[in-house]
């Protein structure tokens, strides 16, 4: 398949650089480790945040730093889209047989970004572990639902950044708020915060549909029946075809740039 | 023979937006004045199957358009255009199938990786068949001498030898047209001249109908005779370089010694370019045609002669003086 090659491809690619490829993935995942010890730190002082103890948040902070991660490290191409089409690389790919949505996947593979997304898979097996969750199937797949719709709204957010910087060229600071700063906030359950905030990460950017909506469900909280907690990682997922849908639109008005 | 390309009124036009400088930047963020740039006025030309165009201009003239939109990257605000049967910006992805680009300053190869896996990536980004892909790449290597190349990642390759990869890359899936922007821009003589060598060579072997366009005028004189100039977003002549060419003949320049040095020269009929000590270069004026005789006679009247030689002006200015009487 085709897509095999453009891994190995990346994969040599990115084994030229070795030892520039540690020191990233290292930095990154002491990075995250901070970020997780000061969540300790305030469990320490509060016991609770909410209804939600430290190694619920701690599921939540590693569910968040897997799927950010994965998608990084996946979608690259749609996240530095603007240097794709600065550089002329977005020329290349259009004289070339293959659909663009494929090409612009293949066309870069950030493999720094994985130990990162293991770290959050270890983070989440150890909170896990410590909570008393009685597992039965459907809990299982809510859970991989979770991930894998994190990863399809923030490869959302990713597409709707890509679609506007066709239009602008440059590199779209303002995306971050939703790239970075939903990270930040939904490293704690997104309920806890201001009601125009919370809805904004619920309804307009599904954030809270891979961070405390599934995890009511697998914990057996909240008040809502429990079928909408567990269907809200579909919900998520939804976001993806508007998002999609305006990155090909905005794909069609693309007017290559100098020589 | 068919027409392969036919390009019909194609209009392209960009919208600018234009960024007042000073006070109103603050402004600007939220109100913008827009202009309309065109890059092509009724462009309309026509290609015939197997064979190789010349596409000049000067700089801003609108070549990169023509490009993209006949490789499909960009849709024109209207016209028409047929290239094999295909509108190339509608049906993108049947249609790519069948062409060749080569942008001279940016590559289509991979920077760390070496050559060979590049090519077995665009093997299967054409579909291109083993067997096919074989020998097509056997035959590569062999005109373009590329055998201790295809090892070795791009980065280590100097200009001209990149130049050689991005050619046989662009064409391993047998492409029916060919697209050259700029192909020998930075090259040395000698790789120049391969490059050149090749693509006749490509062209003659497997009936490929090739576009290019290039500032190197010797270029275009080694490779072609037909050319398209285009200038300001419009077509200016479309026919035989040799024609053009013609048309300047009867401009000469003159280099002559005297024998001893003259303050001033100056001779009715001619211009004087550079004067130094026994050296004088001298060119007619475009009204007068040129005879050795005639010169001969004038020059020798008044001065002391001991040489002359007698050269065409050179194709580079040939086409300056084109620009200039465009006023492009």
């Known amino acids: ?34 970020e ?125 950044g890509a679609g506007i ?54 914990m057996g909280y909240g008040s809502l029946p429990s079928v909408v907690y567990a269907l809200s990682p579909l919900f998520g997922a939804l976001f993806l075809i508007p998002c999609l849908l305006l990155f090909l639109w905005a794909l069609k008005r693309y007017q290559s740039s100098g020589t | 023979m068919s027409k392969i390309i036919q390009f019909n009124k194609i209009c392209k036009d960009f919208k600018v937006s234009l960024k007042k400088s000073g006070k109103n930047k603050f402004l600007n963020l939220f109100k913008r004045e827009h202009k309309t740039i065109s890059a092509l006025k009724d462009v309309s030309f026509e290609v015939e199957e197997g064979d190789i165009v010349g596409y000049i201009g000067p700089n ?21 255009c047929s290239i094999m049967g295909y509108t190339p910006w509608k049906d993108r992805k049947q249609y790519v199938k069948n062409i060749g680009v080569v942008f001279g300053q940016r590559s289509q190869l991979w920077w760390d990786v070496p050559i060979i896996d590049s090519f077995e990536l665009l093997k299967d980004i054409y579909k291109i068949p083993t067997d096919e892909y074989n020998e097509t790449l056997n035959e590569l290597i062999e005109t373009l001498n590329l055998k201790e190349l295809l090892n070795r990642p791009l980065r280590q390759l100097s200009l001209g030898q990149k130049m050689k990869c991005e050619l046989a890359g662009s064409l391993l899936h047998r492409p029916k047209i060919l697209f050259l922007d700029e192909p020998t821009i930075g090259l040395d003589a000698v790789t120049k001249l391969s490059v050149r060598e090749f693509v006749k060579t490509i062209n003659k072997k497997w009936n490929t109908t090739i576009i290019l366009t290039t500032h190197d005028m010797s ?63 001298l060119k007619n004026k475009e009204e007068i045609n040129f005879h050795t005789k005639d010169f001969f006679n004038a020059i020798s009247k008044k001065y002391d002669v001991v040489d002359f030689s007698v050269e065409s002006i050179s194709v580079d200015e040939i086409l300056a003086k084109l620009y200039t009487e465009l006023k492009l």
Request: net charge positive.
């Open chain 1, 36 to 160: 997780l010890l000061s969540i300790f730190v305030l469990f320490k002082n509060f016991k609770s945040v909410g209804y939600w103890g430290f190694y619920e948040t701690a599921l939540m902070f590693g569910i968040i730093t897997a799927v950010y991660s994965l998608t990084e490290c996946f979608a690259r191409g749609f996240d530095e889209f603007p240097s794709l089409i600065k550089n002329g690389d977005l020329d290349r790919l259009m004289v070339r047989p293959v659909n663009m949505v494929y090409q612009i996947f293949g066309s870069k593979i950030e493999f720094s970004k994985l130990l990162k997304a293991c770290l959050g898979i270890v983070v989440m097996i150890i909170a896990i572990i410590n909570l008393n969750i009685i597992w039965t199937f459907t809990k299982i797949l809510v859970l991989v639902m979770t991930v894998i719709c994190g990863c399809l709204v923030i490869w959302g957010v990713m597409l709707v």
């Open chain 2, 219 to 281: 270029d275009i004189d080694a490779l072609t005779n037909k050319i398209i100039l285009i200038g300001r977003g419009q077509i200016l002549y479309k026919g035989s370089f040799s024609a053009i060419k013609e048309k300047y003949d009867h401009i000469k320049q003159i280099e002559v010694e005297f024998a001893k040095p003259y303050d001033k020269i100056e001779l009715e009929g001619y211009e004087v370019l550079s004067h130094n000590h026994n050296f004088a270069t």
């Open chain 2, 60 to 80: 801003g003239a609108g070549k990169s358009t023509t490009i993209k939109i006949m490789s499909g990257i960009l849709n024109p605000t209207s016209g028409e």
């Open chain 1, 165 to 218: 910087s066709v239009f602008t060229i440059e590199n779209l600071e303002f995306i971050n708020i939703f790239t970075n700063g939903a990270k930040e906030i939904a490293y704690f359950p997104i309920n806890i915060y201001n009601k125009w905030l919370s809805r904004l990460f619920t309804f307009i950017i599904p954030v809270a549909c891979f961070n405390y909506l599934p995890l009511s469900y697998i």
């Open chain 1, 1 to 34: 398949m085709l897509y095999n090659k453009y891994v190995k491809m990346h994969t040599k690619s990115t084994m030229q650089y070795r030892s520039n490829v540690m020191m990233l993935s290292f930095s990154a995942c002491l990075i995250s480790i901070g």
